[in-house]
C-alpha cells in the first residue's frame, strides 16, 4: 500500500525567506507525485507533478519540487516567500497500478512573518 | 471543459435526513474519486470508481454511505441518515492516467 509522511505540521517563515516542505512516500515502484496547496476555505490546487523524466520539476508561484528515489522524497521548496504563500499544502502519491488513486499526507501549515 | 463540477457547494442539513452529493467529472476521465477532508483525519478517499464501475470501497465509513456512477458524467455520494460526525468537506476528483482535477468540494454541516 502507498502512504506519504509530511513530517512537519506547522512551519513559519518570514516573507522574503526560503521555503522547503518535507514529503516522504512509501510504494514499490515510481508513483506519480504531487504537491497541492490549500487555502482556508477553498479547494485543492496544484502547484506541480511528477511522473517521469527530470527529477526537478518546476511549478507554478514559484515552486519547485526534487524527486529523489534513493530517500523516498519529494521535497516541495521556494526560495523566497511571499505573505500570499500562507496556506496548508499537502504532498500526495498515486500510481496507475495503484488504481490511478492519491494518497495524501497529513499536510504541512505554512504560517508567514511580516 | 469547465472541470470538475460538484453541487452543491453547501449544505446544511439536520440529523437523520438524507444528504446526496453531486459530481460531473472531466470528460474522457476514466476515473472519479471522492474524498472526505477532516481536520481529525485530513483527506482520505471514500470510494473510487473505473470506466463507471465502483473499484474499491474500503474507506467508505459505514453503510450509510453509498456511491452510484450511472454514467461516464455523473456521480453521487448518499448519506441516510446523517449525523453530525459527518460533517467535512467532500471532495470529487477525476483523472486519466496522471492527470488528476478536483472539485470546489461541498462543505456539509449535519447540526
Known amino acids: 500500500a502507498q502512504s506519504v509522511t509530511q513530517p512537519d505540521i506547522h512551519i513559519t517563515v518570514s516573507e522574503g525567506a526560503s521555503l522547503e516542505l518535507r514529503c516522504n512516500y512509501s510504494?514499490?515502484?515510481?508513483?506519480?507525485l504531487f504537491w497541492y496547496v490549500q487555502s482556508p476555505g477553498q479547494g485543492l490546487q496544484l502547484l506541480l507533478k511528477?511522473?517521469?523524466?527530470?527529477?526537478l520539476v518546476q511549478g507554478i508561484k514559484g515552486f519547485e519540487a526534487e524527486f529523489k528515489r534513493s530517500q523516498s522524497s519529494f521535497n516541495l521548496r521556494k526560495p523566497s516567500v511571499h505573505w500570499s504563500d500562507a496556506a496548508e499544502y499537502f504532498c500526495a502519491v498515486g500510481a496507475r497500478a495503484a488504481g490511478n488513486k492519491l494518497t495524501f499526507g497529513g499536510g504541512t501549515r505554512v504560517l508567514v512573518k511580516p | 471543459d469547465a472541470g470538475v463540477i460538484q453541487s452543491p457547494r453547501h449544505e446544511v442539513t439536520e440529523m437523520g435526513q438524507e444528504v446526496t452529493l453531486r459530481c460531473k467529472p472531466i470528460?474522457?476521465?476514466?476515473?472519479l474519486f471522492w474524498y472526505r477532508q477532516t481536520m481529525m483525519r485530513g483527506l482520505e478517499l471514500l470510494i473510487y470508481f473505473n470506466n463507471n464501475v465502483p473499484i474499491d470501497d474500503s474507506g467508505m465509513p459505514e453503510d450509510r454511505f453509498s456511491a452510484k456512477m450511472p454514467n461516464a458524467s455523473f456521480s453521487t455520494l448518499k448519506i441516510q441518515p446523517s449525523e453530525p460526525r459527518d460533517s467535512a468537506v467532500y471532495f470529487c476528483?477525476?483523472?486519466?492516467?496522471?492527470?488528476?482535477?478536483f472539485g470546489s468540494g461541498t462543505r456539509l454541516t449535519v447540526v
Open positions: 510504494y514499490g515502484a515510481t508513483p506519480y
Open positions: 476528483a477525476s483523472s486519466t492516467n496522471s492527470d488528476y482535477t
Open positions: 470528460s474522457g476521465h476514466d476515473y
Open positions: 511528477y511522473f517521469s523524466g527530470d527529477t
